[in-house]
Structure formats: structure tokens, C-alpha cells
């Protein structure tokens, strides 16, 4: 078991961009696919974007491809989340999530995903 914790959020101007870290403690996190979730104030959490556990495959939600880049960096038990070009309904808390058992990657799907950390906000001024 692994538990996650995430940083880097915070306040941003529209079209600017931040990156968020999610790093774990723990044994064999390089067995694990990891997510981005979000979820925006009176919303459902949605998918983000993931990445393989070996790093070599990753998958965006249609709304961030082109601004958005998950990396992974096993050795340092960190997954990144770069996110770029901002818009004001990239407004969320965005989760970090592990999975030992993902087989549908790219589809998102929250309930394969064992451990989330507890969030962090970011928040798209205009």
C-alpha cells in the first residue's frame, strides 16, 4: 500500500500555468497507474488525465489534451501534472490517485484506483 500526498496548487491567472506533484511513501509504487481527478465546487469528481505504471502510456479527459502533461518519475516516487493555459473551469480540488489493478486506463475510471491523496486546490482567476 502506498499513501499520496499532492502539492503545487494554488491561485492562477487564466492562460497561466501550474504544476502539480503527487509523491508517495511506501513500497512498489513503480506497480502502480496513477490518475488526476477533480472536482469542482457542487460537481462530480472527473477523470484528468493517468499514466501507465511504467510511465510509457498516458491518457487525457478531451477538455485538458494539448494543455495538460502527466510524467512520472519512479525513482523519486513522483507523478507531475503540468498544466498549462489555464481556464477558469480548470477550477478544482485535483486528486491524486494509485492503482494496483487498473485495466481500463484510459477511460478514468475512479473506483479502480485503491488510494487518493487528500486533494489540493487550484484556482483560475480571470
Request: proline share 2%.
Amino acid at each position: 500500500q502506498v499513501e499520496l500526498v499532492e502539492s503545487g496548487g494554488g491561485l492562477v491567472p487564466a492562460g497561466g500555468s501550474l504544476r502539480l506533484s503527487c509523491v508517495a511513501s511506501g513500497r512498489s509504487f513503480s506497480n502502480y497507474a496513477v490518475a488526476w481527478f477533480r472536482q469542482a465546487p457542487g460537481k462530480a469528481r472527473d477523470f484528468v488525465a493517468s499514466i501507465t505504471a511504467s510511465g510509457g502510456n498516458s491518457y487525457y479527459t478531451a477538455p485538458v489534451k494539448g494543455r495538460f502533461t502527466i510524467s512520472r518519475d519512479n525513482a523519486k516516487n513522483t507523478v507531475n501534472l503540468q498544466m498549462n493555459s489555464l481556464k477558469l473551469e480548470d477550477t478544482a480540488v485535483y486528486y491524486c490517485a494509485a492503482g494496483l489493478s487498473v485495466t481500463r486506463i484510459q477511460w478514468g475510471l475512479d473506483h479502480e484506483y485503491d488510494t487518493w491523496g487528500q486533494g489540493t486546490q487550484v484556482t483560475v482567476s480571470s
